[in-house]
């Protein structure tokens, strides 16, 4: 009997083996495949990656335009690039756009500008307004800027409206469709479910949970969002008017006026653009790559014009090795950019601890003497903003002065870690304000009960038992409301303590009201209007600086972790694979939104459920 269990214990292991040999044999031939394509990506001679003498620089821009990346494994990121992958949700970083625009400028290697536009995703119009500036600085050298499409959506055409020529393909198309706060409510899906919700709030334009609560947008969130997406379409349509020569009556924003100038040109978009002044000329691809060859000559094979790509260009003027800093002296910029959670996060999220702790690092390095907060967040946790917000007050009170720098949003909570700055500054078109608090939660007694499931037991407390499977107790209820009703008077004294004024005329102007930015400085919510140099420089004023080093303050990194980040990023930029854009079915984009508005509620972390968060601020 031993001998046969022997024998039987014995073939099994021998399988097992076998499988596990295999199994180590095919991974360790993928790693090796993947080690030799990087090292065969690196030992490339350098020089294959150059800047071509009098050729264009292709601004083909992939992705959403973003101040802050989300993290992203570099293994998985070399494999995408090397197998042409496409990436869920590409990113492109603003401060690397406007780096290579300047640096374009002066490069007399780059003889003209090309814009590919195609690829870009969404982008605030704070960041659109500082690459549209950086294309009329690039003008001024007299090297021509190129703007090429088959169509082109409203914000595209906001870039390409600052070039000197604009191409669309003869069967190409735009149209601008204005801004517009369109949201999903789910009040009666809520019902039939048999989910109940619970809503607690102060302020009468704290609309971010109408959605669990109402099957249509209330009468002073319609109010309040046609204010502030009113100034921001006034403020497009500045933009492009001025830079095309046009008059902004040129825009059609009522359907019958559009409809008689389409009839005019044929029922053809591509026509329309011409025939309203969008578009300087109808071109196929072969007619506009034979017009920027007149410019900049053919590359070496004769297929195509002499040109480099905005990503190996990055590559040269911002290689991912660290610099070497010029001066002692340092102003520190610590990003803020998306919900903010409590605990941890990576990058691309605010985390109460993780955002606290890059800004405990710029304290606690002496040659750090100011801090400029970039903020782009619609809010989110009360207790990890307020966790931020006294962080930033542990600067001030080493002598360090924080300067808070508003991009896309800075609403609600984002308003919440900004609002103790020694000075603030907004671009015009920023959406902020949003003060105001909410707490909410589903019960699901109701669902329970249809399906025969039910909760009982005792406790020693009348706290004991709370949870989503029983009727909430209204006295907890009303705990819960005046908790709400406390955090919002601790959030409106915060203001009025860091601003300046009184509570009552804080009160006046929150109530959870979206202001724009050009409004917001009007009401004293902001200090300046500009962009993050301008942060930059007044942080330095409030120092006393005249000569000083930026440095962005990031998470710390082991050796062995910053040697793979940056090895696999130059083995990325050697492969330079071509990154395609994602097309998503309309049914795709309804189930994405309704997935994403439910991953917004998921995150919802806050110990105490009360949330400082702006839901109807995106446009």
């Known amino acids: 009997m031993s001998s046969g269990t022997s024998w039987t214990k014995s073939l099994f292991v021998g399988l097992w083996n076998g499988i596990n040999f295999t199994r180590k044999l095919i991974i360790n031939l993928i790693f090796i495949v993947i080690l030799v394509a990087i090292i065969a990506a690196i030992m490339k001679d350098d020089s294959s990656i150059s800047v071509p003498s009098g050729s264009a620089l292709v601004l083909k821009l992939v992705g959403d335009v973003v101040i802050e990346k989300h993290a992203v494994d570099p293994i998985e990121e070399f494999m995408q690039e090397a197998f042409e992958e496409e990436q869920d949700a590409p990113e492109v970083l603003l401060q690397d756009i406007l780096l290579s625009i300047e640096n374009a400028k002066q490069d007399r290697r780059i003889k003209a500008l090309v814009l590919d536009l195609h690829g870009l995703g969404s982008a605030g119009l704070d960041k659109l307004e500082q690459i549209a500036v950086a294309l009329d600085s690039f003008k001024e050298s007299e090297k021509p800027v190129f703007a090429i499409g088959d169509y082109y959506t409203q914000n595209q055409y906001y870039l390409a409206s600052h070039a000197d020529h604009i191409y669309l393909n003869p069967m190409g198309f735009m149209l601008f469709e204005g801004y517009g706060r369109f949201g999903t409510y789910y009040k009666s899906a809520l019902e039939k479910l048999k989910a109940e919700t619970h809503v607690f709030k102060v302020g009468t334009y704290k609309s971010a949970v109408e959605p669990y609560i109402r099957d249509d947008m209330s009468d002073a969130a319609k109010e309040a969002n046609k204010a502030w997406l009113d100034a921001m379409w006034s403020q497009y349509k500045s933009s492009v008017a001025k830079a095309r020569g046009i008059d902004q009556s040129n825009f059609d924003e009522k359907l019958d006026v559009f409809f008689e100038k389409f009839e005019q040109s044929g029922g053809d978009f591509a026509q329309y653009a011409l025939d309203y002044g969008w578009v300087d000329a109808l071109k196929t691809r072969e007619e506009t790559l034979q017009d920027i060859i007149t410019v900049v000559g053919e590359n070496n094979d004769g297929t195509s014009y002499n040109a480099i790509t905005y990503k190996n260009y990055l590559s040269i003027i911002n290689p991912p090795m660290p610099t070497i800093d010029t001066f002692n002296d340092k102003v520190a910029i610590v990003v803020a950019k998306g919900g903010i959670a409590n605990g941890t996060k990576k990058p691309g999220e605010i985390g109460g601890d993780s955002t606290a702790k890059l800004l405990r690092k710029a304290r606690l390095d002496d040659s750090v003497k100011s801090v400029v907060l970039y903020v782009d967040s619609p809010g989110g946790s009360a207790f990890a903003s307020e966790i931020i917000r006294q962080e930033v007050e542990n600067l001030q009170a080493v002598g360090k002065p924080v300067v808070a720098v508003m991009s896309t949003y800075a609403a609600s909570g984002g308003y919440w870690i900004s609002a103790g700055a020694d000075k603030i500054i907004a671009a015009p078109s920023t959406i902020t304000g949003s003060i105001g608090i909410f707490g909410m939660f589903f019960t699901f007694e109701n669902t329970l009960d249809y399906l025969g499931i039910h909760t009982d037991g005792v406790g020693t407390t009348e706290f004991a038992g709370m949870g989503v499977t029983k009727t ?116 795709l984009k309804l189930v994405k939104t309704v997935s994403a508005d439910i991953d917004k509620v998921t995150k919802l972390n806050d110990p105490k459920g009360v949330y400082a968060m702006c839901l109807t601020c995106e446009y």
């Open 472 to 587: 909430l107790n209204p006295q907890i209820g009303k705990i819960m409301q005046r908790g709400i009703e406390h955090g919002y008077d601790q959030f409106i004294s915060l203001v009025a303590d860091k601003r300046g004024f009184t509570k009552e005329y804080v009160d006046s102007v929150a109530q959870g009201r979206v202001w724009i930015g050009t409004k917001a400085i009007e009401i004293g919510l902001v200090d300046q209007l500009g962009y993050l140099q301008d942060g930059i420089q007044a942080a330095a004023e409030l120092a006393n600086l005249q000569e000083y080093d930026t440095q962005y303050i990031k998470p710390s990194l082991s050796q062995s972790e910053l040697f793979w980040k940056q090895l696999f990023q130059k083995a990325t930029v050697m492969l330079d694979g071509a990154l395609k854009t994602q097309k998503d079915s309309s049914l």
